[in-house]
């Protein structure tokens, strides 16, 4: 049986997900910050599954997760998914905006990190298991006015690349999945048109696939994919011309 470990598992890409596995009848260990709406998505799935009320800044209270999980399935794990994120608009001009960036890069990137390391250890003995780093489109290039969340996500790109150049040696799969525009609670909050949107439990489908395979990076929905190749190959004034005027996310306080 398959043991699969989600953080950001009470909603959007995290529960989407949660479902995908426990119907594929894996056991699940499931994070989120809300305990009540956790305990409601593990009593609605099939199989029996763990919950961790939790913050993933709190790297103790994520370790201690971990362990836990890790000692209920006898010291193994198939599969890690860091799918806890949040999002906001953020100005550097606005010297309050900075404890939201740091909540943002606290949350998308180093909260990754705390997540994937207490499980390298069991991988490496295992010389098998899947990494799992959810980045987005967003970090392909900067957007004005998401500098927070463009460059964790960017951020997680890199780091997830760093560590599959690492773990390739040891036959731990570490897959980098780029969402695009997916519809979410997270999402709904967008006051501009979002290409390409895509039914979470649709990207929850073609995200297990990747995963399986342990494809090293993918875009879903792949049309989103073809926007960001293009993105990367525009030069910098090209760039900057079509992305200038591009819609912004509301910063916290002005939704």
Same mark, same amino acid.
């Given at each position: 049986?398959?043991?699969?470990?989600?953080? %950001? /598992?009470?909603?959007?890409?995290?529960?989407?997900?949660?479902?995908?596995?426990?119907?594929?009848?894996?056991?699940?260990?499931?994070?989120?910050?809300?305990?009540? /709406?956790?305990?409601?998505?593990?009593?609605?799935?099939? !199989?029996?599954?763990?919950?961790?009320?939790?913050?993933?800044?709190?790297?103790?209270?994520?370790?201690?997760?971990?362990?836990?999980?890790?000692?209920?399935?006898?010291?193994?794990?198939?599969?890690?998914?860091?799918?806890? %994120?949040?999002?906001?608009?953020?100005?550097? $001009?606005?010297?309050?905006?900075? $404890?939201?960036?740091?909540?943002?890069?606290?949350?998308?990137?180093?909260?990754?990190?705390?997540?994937?390391?207490?499980?390298?250890?069991?991988?490496?003995?295992?010389?098998? !298991?899947? &990494?799992?780093?959810?980045?987005? #489109?967003?970090?392909?290039?900067?957007?004005?006015?998401? %500098?927070?969340?463009?460059?964790?996500?960017?951020?997680?790109?890199?780091?997830?690349?760093?560590? *599959? &150049? $690492? =773990?390739?040696?040891?036959?731990?799969?570490? #897959?980098?999945?780029?969402?695009?525009?997916? *519809?979410?609670?997270?999402?709904?909050?967008?006051?501009?048109? =979002?290409?390409?949107?895509?039914?979470?439990?649709?990207?929850?489908?073609?995200?297990?696939?990747?995963?399986?395979? !342990?494809?090293?990076?993918?875009?879903?929905?792949?049309? =989103?994919?073809?926007?960001?190749?293009? =993105?990367? &190959? &525009?030069?910098?004034?090209?760039?900057?011309?079509? /992305?200038?005027?591009?819609?912004?996310?509301?910063?916290?306080?002005?939704?």
């Amino acid at each position: 049986m398959t043991a699969v470990f989600i953080t %950001g /598992a009470s909603s959007g890409l995290g529960r989407a997900l949660a479902w995908r596995y426990a119907c594929a009848g894996a056991t699940l260990g499931l994070v989120a910050r809300r305990g009540e /709406a956790l305990r409601e998505l593990a009593d609605s799935l099939p !199989g029996e599954h763990r919950c961790y009320a939790l913050d993933v800044r709190d790297r103790t209270a994520l370790h201690a997760a971990a362990e836990d999980f890790l000692a209920a399935n006898g010291g193994r794990v198939d599969v890690v998914i860091a799918s806890a %994120g949040i999002s906001a608009g953020t100005l550097t $001009e606005h010297v309050e905006d900075f $404890e939201v960036f740091k909540a943002i890069v606290d949350t998308n990137l180093l909260a990754t990190v705390a997540t994937f390391e207490p499980f390298i250890g069991a991988m490496k003995r295992a010389r098998s !298991g899947r &990494l799992v780093g959810i980045a987005s #489109v967003a970090g392909i290039r900067g957007l004005p006015g998401a %500098g927070a969340y463009s460059s964790s996500k960017a951020a997680v790109i890199a780091y997830c690349e760093s560590l *599959r &150049l $690492e =773990m390739a040696p040891v036959g731990v799969r570490v #897959v980098t999945i780029a969402p695009g525009y997916i *519809r979410t609670a997270m999402t709904e909050k967008n006051p501009y048109s =979002m290409p390409f949107l895509m039914d979470a439990n649709a990207f929850a489908a073609r995200a297990q696939v990747a995963i399986e395979r !342990g494809t090293s990076y993918t875009v879903i929905p792949w049309q =989103m994919g073809v926007v960001a190749r293009l =993105m990367r &190959l &525009l030069p910098n004034w090209v760039y900057d011309l079509a /992305a200038r005027g591009a819609p912004r996310k509301p910063r916290v306080g002005q939704r």
